[in-house]
């Protein structure tokens, strides 16, 4: 069992950076961000399996990092050089046990409850 909670998002001008983060209370090789904008499908836009490997969606590429504190049992997104197009629902799910990640939210067991974020021209 795997539970999630979110927090660090807000309202941010085009340019800006945020950084999102994640309580963990379990373990998962996988954890991911997925965000949702408004009537469009929830999609993956960061990976980090067995804590180490990272893969990003090609929108986010080079502006956005995930990474894992395990002292703390937190997992963020590092989101730099933020445009409106970012404006999102971001979500923090995990598989759980050993399975990889994958950009198919559907197979993914755990959400968090979700944080908005907001750019603004």
């Known amino acids: 069992q795997v539970q999630l909670v979110e927090s660090g998002g807000g309202s941010v001008q085009a340019g800006g950076s945020l950084r999102l983060s994640c309580a963990i209370s379990?373990?998962?090789?996988?954890m991911s961000w997925f965000r949702q904008a408004s009537e469009t499908e929830r999609e993956g836009v960061a990976f980090?399996?067995?804590?180490?490997?990272?893969t990003y969606a090609d929108s986010v590429k080079g502006r956005f990092t995930i990474s894992i504190d395990n002292a703390k049992k937190t997992l963020y997104l590092d989101m730099n050089s933020l445009k409106p197009e970012d404006t999102a629902m971001y979500y923090c799910?995990?598989?759980?046990?050993?399975?990889?990640?994958?950009?198919?939210?559907?197979?993914?067991?755990?959400w968090g409850q979700g944080t908005q974020v907001t750019v603004s021209s």
């Open positions: 799910a995990a598989r759980g046990g050993r399975a990889s990640c994958s950009k198919y939210s559907w197979i993914y067991h755990y």
């Open positions: 980090l399996e067995n804590d180490v490997t990272t």
């Open positions: 379990g373990s998962s090789y996988c």
